[in-house]
């Protein structure tokens, strides 16, 4: 069977690195078709998430020319999580491959991962066989991340980011996931489905500047933390508990302390105590009604996660 592919592409800014990375795909895809390993009718599906330079025309110039080439134009710039669901549901296919503009995900790995769908698989995970590239903050930081999501609750991919390959029915199932705060990682391993692993060597990016910079990173990584983890909430309740215990305590040896060593201070222990203790309630308190407020806010809101302005 030759199914009909098509890779989905977030791109913002990417101008400077736009047209190397369609002389890549076209040779790629040219190479597939001749292998009979795709249909000749695959495409690649550019998303311009609110580009402010020439993403958007130079997506246009390649449609024109070649119509293996399409785009999907986003009204304003939305996220790379949701420029890439949009893409996602939005393209046609058999087989979705969603991957980054930069270059940095190698897309000979396609290959495997064609290989691996034809194997019975309906998910695969492209995952990073190294980090040698990045610095050691970075490897720290990755690492950490990973390591902290998976102790929340959360299951995630070690060191897989976004490029995979969904079949369409995985795709139809990602459709009924209706999420405000979007974190695809976490999502799609929720579909469950036949899934494996591909391992590639992530390069240095081609061209421009990365548009994960560690502000985003870090709100990145709490948007996950918070859309997929109650465990936060229950810390709080677990912090309120623990300040409750400390405060009696302090009851106990300040009874001590009065009875046996006579070393309290005067007006300390009806000031403080009280103090203490209705703090750890409080905070008790709001830990366990922070538990049904989450869930009650994150389901109640249902504004349009994006909207698509034009499709080539």
């Not at 791109?11 to 009979?36: F, G, I, K, M």
């Not at 599906?45 to 134009?73: C, H, M, N, P, Q």
């Not at 996220?79 to 980054?100: F, N």
Request: aromatic share 10%; with cysteine; charged share 25%.
């Amino acid at each position: 069977m030759r199914p009909r592919i098509s890779l989905v592409i977030p791109c913002y800014n990417e101008e400077a690195v736009l047209p190397e990375t369609r002389r890549r795909l076209a040779v790629l895809l040219d190479q597939l078709a001749a292998e009979e390993r795709i249909d000749p009718s695959s495409r690649v599906y550019f998303v311009d998430d609110g580009s402010r330079d020439r993403t958007w025309e130079l997506i246009e110039r390649s449609s024109a020319e070649d119509a293996r080439f399409g785009g999907i134009k986003l009204s304003r710039n939305c996220g790379h999580q949701y420029a890439l669901l949009s893409g996602l549901l939005t393209a046609e296919g058999d087989v979705l491959i969603s991957l980054d503009a930069d270059l940095q995900d190698d897309p000979d790995a396609i290959i495997a991962m064609l290989g691996a769908w034809r194997d019975g698989n309906e998910i695969v995970y492209g995952v990073r066989s190294q980090r040698d590239q990045d610095s050691a903050f970075k490897r720290l930081t990755a690492h950490g991340f990973y390591s902290l999501m998976r102790r929340m609750g959360v299951d995630l991919v070690f060191d897989h980011a976004d490029y995979r390959l969904m079949s369409r029915r995985a795709i139809e199932f990602l459709r009924e996931y209706p999420e405000i705060n979007l974190f695809l990682r976490g999502i799609v391993p929720l579909i469950g489905l036949r899934t494996t692993t591909v391992h590639y060597a992530r390069h240095e990016r081609f061209a421009g500047e990365s548009k994960y910079p560690l502000r985003k990173m870090l709100a990145f990584a709490l948007n996950g933390i918070t859309s997929f983890s109650v465990v936060p909430l229950r810390m709080i309740s677990i912090l309120g508990l623990g300040t409750c215990f400390l405060s009696l305590a302090m009851v106990a040896w300040i009874l001590v302390g009065r009875t046996m060593l006579d070393a309290t201070i005067p007006g300390w222990a009806s000031t403080v105590i009280p103090t203490y203790f209705l703090g750890g309630v409080q905070l008790l308190s709001i830990g366990i009604l922070g538990e049904y407020v989450a869930k009650t806010y994150m389901e109640t809101k249902r504004r349009p996660r994006y909207f698509v302005e034009k499709v080539l």
